[in-house]
Nanobody
């Protein structure tokens, strides 16, 4: 069983930065995709960024150039550095990992960007 715990959300003004962190417990491997989704009120959950096998990173077009995902395999953590935040980034951010065909989710952390 894999459990994920996020931290680092909060309230920030537009243009500001936040760093989200997620730590996993249980067995995961470096080739398991690990990353972040977000869900804004009234919208579907969307992929923000992921680190997949071989350390390949992928980002949603809306966050490219502003967000940076990083992963520490020995520590089983994945971080999301978010810069130049805007009000459209307001959402609950969820950490996830894919392991043997199962997707595990954290409980989410709220990010609110004020104008």
């Amino acid at each position: 069983q894999v459990q994920l715990v996020e931290s680092g959300g909060g309230l920030v003004q537009a243009g500001g930065s936040l760093r989200l962190s997620c730590v996993a417990s249980g067995t995961i491997f470096s080739f398991d995709p690990m990353g972040w989704y977000r869900q804004a009120p009234g919208k579907q959950r969307e992929l923000v960024a992921v680190v997949s096998s071989g350390g390949i990173t992928s980002y949603a077009d809306s966050v490219k150039g502003r967000f940076t995902i990083s992963r520490d395999n020995p520590k089983k953590t994945v971080d999301l550095q978010m810069d130049s935040l805007n009000v459209e980034d307001t959402a609950v951010y969820y950490c996830y990992v894919g392991r043997s065909g199962v997707t595990y989710w954290g409980r989410g952390t709220q990010v609110t960007v004020s104008s």
